[in-house]
């Protein structure tokens, strides 16, 4: 099984380039998300999608899009990279909204600087 | 402001021992807790979990407690392996995964 699959592992950027991170999933997840992880903090979220058309804002959504044309897949763009968004970008899907339903599966990352 | 605390950012245990993982919060509306587990270079994996109408989930070498009026957490792993050297990140949900707000995790590194 693949699972939830992130491209590409690394990336670097320079300020004011764009590009799309790629998640898709195998699951047949609705629920999936974005997040980003700094050193020092924990995860945080940045876009989510409930199914395929529904998309909302996280807790740190400024400078990315999203869209979810397909259940299978939830690319995250950003428009104009700064060097703030250096970071370790993970992807995550869950069967379900509910956290009492389990946890979520994540990708292995992709790891982004912007210099 | 964090919500979530591991204010241990590391801790060595000599395998076969017991590793105690703890985890504060801030938050009274969380209603419940998840564990994960995270190796380098991989995504978080999914460990245990306990909602707040109980006060302890067990499941295999791990046990997470949960201290509702202290508002506190902990995850025990008995006996500690050198596989399970690795960030532990502790999360808490105000309901729906949207909500979910995670710690800044713990590396547990396993001595043999």
């Known amino acids: 099984n693949a699972g939830v699959t992130q491209t590409p592992k690394f990336q670097v950027l320079k300020t004011g380039q764009s590009m799309t991170l790629q998640c898709a999933q195998d699951?047949?997840?609705?629920?999936m998300s974005w997040y980003r992880q700094d050193p020092g903090m924990g995860l945080r979220l940045i876009h989510y999608s409930v199914g395929a058309g529904i998309t909302d804002q996280g807790e740190v959504p400024n400078g990315y899009n999203v869209s979810r044309s397909t259940t299978e897949d939830f690319p995250l763009r950003l428009l104009s990279a700064a060097p703030s968004q250096t970071s370790v970008y993970f992807c995550?899907?869950?069967?379900?909204?509910?956290?009492?339903?389990?946890?979520?599966?994540f990708g292995q990352g992709t790891r982004l600087t912007v210099v | 402001d964090q919500q979530v605390k591991q204010n241990s950012p590391s801790l060595s245990v000599q395998e076969g021992r017991i590793s105690i993982l703890n985890c504060d919060y801030t938050?009274?509306?969380?209603?419940?807790f998840l564990w994960y587990k995270k190796y380098p270079a991989e995504g978080p994996t999914f460990l245990i979990s306990?909602?707040?109408?109980?006060d302890k989930n067990e499941d295999g070498r791990f046990t997470v407690f949960l201290n509702k009026s202290a508002k506190h957490l902990s995850l025990h792993i008995v006996p500690s392996q050198p596989g399970d050297s690795a960030v532990y990140f502790c999360?808490?949900?105000?309901?729906?995964?949207?909500?979910?707000?995670f710690g800044t995790g713990t590396k547990l590194q396993v001595i043999p």
């Open positions: 938050n009274s509306m969380f209603d419940y």
């Open positions: 306990i909602s707040s109408i109980k």
């Open positions: 995550a899907s869950s069967p379900s909204d509910d956290p009492y339903k389990g946890g979520a599966f």
């Open positions: 699951m047949n997840h609705e629920y």
């Open positions: 999360a808490a949900s105000a309901g729906g995964y949207q909500k979910v707000t």
